[in-house]
């Protein structure tokens, strides 16, 4: 049973900048590939940001160079620093396994880029 908490969402302005957090539950953080994964109103889920167990990192294009997904296992938590935020990005973000079968999905955090 897995447990994901995000947070770090709020409003920002085109350009600025927003950390997520993702804090897990459980002690097998550490072996999974995880990701943070969006949805826009009317939009299907997509993955955007992944993270092997070892810390090797792939991104969707559209936020590769801006975004930059991390891991701390010894806090359970994973963590997605965004930077130069578009409109675009406004999203429900969600944390969950990047590989396998995926976790309940959490709340999410709303991320609106907006002036």
Do not use: H
């Amino acid at each position: 049973q897995v447990q994901l908490v995000e947070s770090g969402g709020g409003l920002v302005q085109p350009g600025g900048s927003l950390r997520l957090s993702c804090a897990a539950s459980g002690s097998n953080f550490g072996i999974f590939a995880m990701g943070w994964y969006r949805q826009a109103p009317g939009k299907q889920r997509e993955l955007v940001a992944a993270i092997t167990s070892g810390g090797t990192t792939s991104y969707v294009d559209s936020v590769r160079g801006r975004f930059t997904i991390s891991r701390d296992n010894a806090k359970s938590t994973m963590y997605l620093q965004m930077n130069s935020l578009k409109p675009e990005d406004t999203a429900v973000y969600y944390c969950n396994k990047a590989g396998g079968t995926v976790a309940s999905w959490g709340q999410g955090t709303q991320v609106t880029v907006s002036w």
